[in-house]
């Protein structure tokens, strides 16, 4: 642990000194999420597709009208939203879980937070391939526009990361932060149309939707996986904004507090 | 005369003392409404300067709450000083509690690897000291085992193991090291007379003026966040056990 520093400016330079750090925190999420379970990381690929059938046996009937291919649809939704909401929440806590070491030891405590959301990143990549397993096995269109969805992945990745360590820094100082944020998320879900079109929402409650960046992110996906479609200019900008926005939020809200954790856990 | 390694320039440590603790939004709402979030200020530090020159061995005496820990905590880099300077030249590894950072769902072997990481250590190294942490610590067997099923005195082998496999320049030392059994505990003093004699610069807080007397050249002493006295180990010491 090389300290010949003055404590200013730790947040760039370290990270590479860390990397191997970085790497084992999300490799330890990882297995340890799976260990002792029969069917070990396939439990990612069977938990989104296995609500996929019950939700399309259900709903496939109510809304088979609006909704073109309901499996794709919901899917796409619904390993966003479960990204953002994991790793959301995975972040919240990684300060508080770790506190233990970081009593001890110095270490960047951002990579605590990042540790966990990478973990879910890359069980949100392995879950596409059910995705793509599932638009061929409904003879979904693959256009050249599914490359794009990297865009708002990407997208995806910076907003988690930035509302990650927002409430990871909030959540230290105040605990019941973790039972609203869980209210929250629930709100969230029901509000980002992940397993109904979004047209059944009245007129004068659409705004809600042009507000929620997840939704933004949610339907940015389906332009690329289901529609095969150029991006709406007005949502990737609104979209794009509200990931930099957060991203910076939580950056700032994170550094400025970060010394002060160690009192609070 | 050597060059100093850590240099504390008046530092000092501030912490809030609330009289009751708010740590959830709700209660911090409704007494910033009554107006009664009263903190208390509370120096666990105040005006703290010495040097530690390279090979120096230096002890931290003082009673219990006279900020040891709040020092030792600030100088490996786990708190920052709400006041004043601190220059560390060189590697440090704190020898606080052993196994922290430990996963107990994790096996022996994969505990290596995280909590070196954790200690800053590079994938190459622990690959290459691998077995020598192994055999220090004396848990061959027991390698692909999760750690909650270790004994205390296992963990606390393991944690020493690969806290100490590196030849660190600085070491900070809380307490004497008590770990396993008899036979273990004279391979870990072993161990750090070994890197005593290397030469190396420790930070060494103790409650036994004996020790520090044995051990260091050095020592300081704190009272109520203060430095009461400084120099010579064996006049410090000798002050220190009147008082």
């Known amino acids: 642990m090389e300290i010949s520093k003055k404590f200013e400016h730790r947040f760039i330079v370290n990270f590479s000194k860390y990397q191997y750090l970085l790497k084992e925190l999300i490799k330890r999420d990882i297995k340890i999420k799976y260990r002792r379970s029969v069917l070990g990381i396939f439990w990612s690929f069977l938990n989104p597709l296995l609500t996929m059938v019950v939700l399309t046996i259900i709903f496939s009937a109510i809304f088979s009208m609006t909704i073109e291919n309901f499996p794709v649809y919901f899917l796409t939704g619904k390993l966003v939203f479960d990204f953002f909401a994991q790793g959301s929440k995975g972040a919240m806590m990684s300060i508080i879980r770790n506190g233990a070491i970081i009593k001890k030891v110095y270490v960047p405590k951002y990579m605590y937070s990042l540790g966990v959301i990478f973990s879910n990143f890359v069980t949100f990549a392995l879950s596409l391939i059910v995705l793509f397993m599932v638009m061929i096995a409904t003879h979904a269109d693959f256009t050249i526009y599914i490359l794009y969805a990297i865009l708002p992945i990407l997208l995806l990745l910076m907003f988690t990361i930035g509302a990650g360590l927002l409430l990871a820094a909030l959540t230290v100082f105040f605990r019941d932060i973790e039972h609203l944020y869980g209210v929250f998320i629930t709100m969230l879900m029901y509000g980002s149309a992940i397993f109904y079109p979004a047209s059944i929402i009245p007129q004068q409650y659409q705004f809600l939707f042009n507000l929620n960046p997840i939704y933004a992110l949610i339907s940015l996906c389906r332009d690329s996986f289901l529609y095969g479609q150029a991006f709406n200019t007005g949502t990737l900008l609104y979209a794009s904004i509200s990931s930099v926005i957060i991203l910076i939020l939580g950056i700032v809200v994170f550094y400025k507090y970060q010394d002060k954790f160690i009192l609070n856990i | ?243």
Not at chain 2, 220 to 242: F, H, R, S
């Open chain 2, 1 to 243: 005369m050597g060059k100093s390694v850590i240099k504390v320039e008046n530092v000092g440590m501030q912490f809030n003392l609330s009289q009751e603790k708010v740590d959830n939004l709700k209660e911090y709402v409704i007494k910033m409404l009554k107006r009664e979030l009263l903190f208390q200020e509370f120096w666990a530090l105040k005006n703290i300067s010495f040097e530690i020159e390279k090979g120096d061995r230096m002890g931290v005496l003082g009673l219990n709450g006279a900020g040891k820990s709040t020092l030792l905590k600030i100088i490996s880099g786990v708190m920052k000083p709400t006041e004043g300077n601190l220059e560390i030249k060189g590697k440090l590894v704190p020898l606080l509690e052993l196994g922290a950072g430990f996963d107990s769902n994790y096996t022996g072997r994969e505990n290596i690897y995280l909590n070196g990481a954790i200690l800053g250590y590079t994938k190459e190294f622990l690959d290459e000291k691998y077995d020598e942490i192994v055999e220090f610590a004396e848990i061959r067997d027991f390698m692909d085992v999760p750690i909650k099923n270790f004994s205390s005195g296992m963990r606390a082998r393991l944690g020493f193991a690969i806290a100490t496999v590196v030849e660190p320049e600085i070491l900070v030392l809380d307490e004497v090291l008590s770990v396993g059994d008899a036979k273990f505990r004279q391979k870990s003093e072993a161990r750090i007379m070994e890197l005593f004699d290397e030469g190396i610069t420790v930070l060494f807080v103790s409650h036994s003026i004996e020790q520090v007397k044995r051990l260091c050249n050095k020592a300081i002493w704190l009272e109520k966040g203060k430095i009461v006295m400084q120099g010579d180990a064996e006049e410090v010491c000798n002050k220190y056990a009147e008082s």
